[in-house]
């Protein structure tokens, strides 16, 4: 079993749509939550991160954890074409240095 | 802010080869840097981590001879791909985290390099 899991897609939907992404999780001991957006053929740019349970808004985006679920979600409202590319989640355990583990990315299009 | 840049952008090479990629923190030092593969539709996986001034950290599975990495500065690190093989063709992503300033360890991502071996 991964420590990360991501449906990797692809998901399509309309310009406007409200999209959700989502990650399960198996180490319980995970503290930080990201989102990441990769475009094609580029590195991948940080949208959200939390830390511990609870929700954090950011414009069009909101993210979600329930550690008590091994769960995080990232909604994207209003979808836009531009947000076309793959969100990866991450998660890292807390306290100093710890390394990132991904999940597989879910990749996105959003068509007018 | 924050800007990570790689160099070169993408390379192609001949088998047996050696290439060599550079990772820069712009506007700020990185202590520590990590060296990610990605191949298509899949995503990253960590190969190594690199602190500077000491000796890289390899992940399980990741060839350290083949992967040569040197943390020179705390705004450099590099990537030698020594005898490149076809297998070796990918995408390489370097991050940087920031030496001071996040309680979490934020990373910066460059814009990959992109190598095919033939």
């Known amino acids: 079993q991964k420590e990360v899991e991501q449906d990797p897609g692809p998901l399509s939907v309309p310009e406007g749509a409200i999209v959700s992404l989502n990650c399960t999780y198996s180490?319980?001991?995970?503290?930080?939550f990201m989102w990441y957006r990769q475009y094609s053929r580029k590195g991948p740019e940080l949208l959200m991160y939390t830390y511990s349970s609870g929700n954090k808004e950011d414009g069009r985006f909101t993210a979600q954890v329930d550690k008590s679920s091994k769960y995080i979600s990232l909604f994207i409202r209003d979808s836009q074409p531009s947000d076309s590319a793959t969100y990866l989640c991450a998660m890292s355990l807390a306290g100093g240095y710890n390394k990132l583990i991904f999940g597989a990315g879910t990749r996105l299009a959003v068509h007018p | 802010g924050a800007v990570v840049s790689q160099h070169p952008s993408w390379v192609i090479c001949k088998s047996g080869t050696s290439v060599k990629i550079e990772c820069r923190s712009l506007d700020f030092q990185a202590t520590t840097m990590f060296w990610y593969r990605q191949f298509p539709k899949q995503s990253l996986m960590l190969m190594a981590t690199?602190?500077?001034?000491?000796?890289?950290?390899?992940e399980q599975g990741v060839e350290k001879d083949k992967f040569l990495i040197n943390h020179a500065s705390l705004t450099l690190s590099t990537l030698t791909v020594t005898s490149a093989h076809p297998e070796d063709s990918s995408f390489y992503i370097c991050?940087?985290?920031?030496?001071?300033?996040?309680?979490?360890?934020?990373?910066?991502f460059g814009p990959g390099t992109r190598l095919t071996v033939l």
């Open positions: 991050s940087a985290e920031p030496s001071t300033g996040t309680n979490y360890n934020e990373q910066f």
């Open positions: 180490n319980s001991a995970f503290q930080y």
């Open positions: 690199s602190n500077e001034g000491s000796k890289a950290t390899y």
